[in-house]
């Protein structure tokens, strides 16, 4: 089950790398670690400029989230690609991401949503990137 009742107030795991890739977003800066979603430097080496750490999240059952790109009504385009916003306890706020695979570019859409990370049982992260506009 994803939410454990014991837990009181504490958060999960997924809450705590989220609230990690939201500060090294906020104050990019390099330094050296394991290849995790918690190494504290963006892209390859801490030479380049990027300012994402993409992420994917699956729920309890193994099925990766996926959000509408827009917030127009009837919107059936989706993305499972997200950026880390703000993290407030156990909510993040992440921005939709999309996805240009010919030109391996992402793409910062307006479309935002808020997630229970209690409700999410694995985080995928994907290579750094820049993302215009964020």
Avoid: H, W
């Avoid at 699956?58 to 009837?74: D, E």
């Amino acid at each position: 089950m994803c939410n454990d009742s014991n837990s009181g107030s504490k958060c999960n795991c997924i809450a705590e790398i989220l609230k990690v890739i939201n500060i090294l977003q906020c104050e990019v800066c390099p330094d050296t670690c394991l290849e995790t979603c918690t190494r504290a430097y963006f892209g390859p080496s801490s030479s380049v400029d990027f300012n994402t750490r993409p992420v994917t999240l699956y729920t309890c059952n193994g099925t990766p989230i996926a959000i509408p790109i827009s917030n127009t009504p009837g919107e059936t385009t989706t993305s499972n690609i997200f950026r880390v916003e703000k993290v407030d306890g156990c909510c993040a706020t992440l921005r939709v991401l999309t996805y240009d695979a010919a030109t391996t570019t992402y793409t910062a859409t307006n479309s935002f949503f808020t997630v229970n990370t209690d409700c999410c049982c694995s985080i995928k992260c994907l290579a750094d990137t820049y993302v215009e506009g964020v």
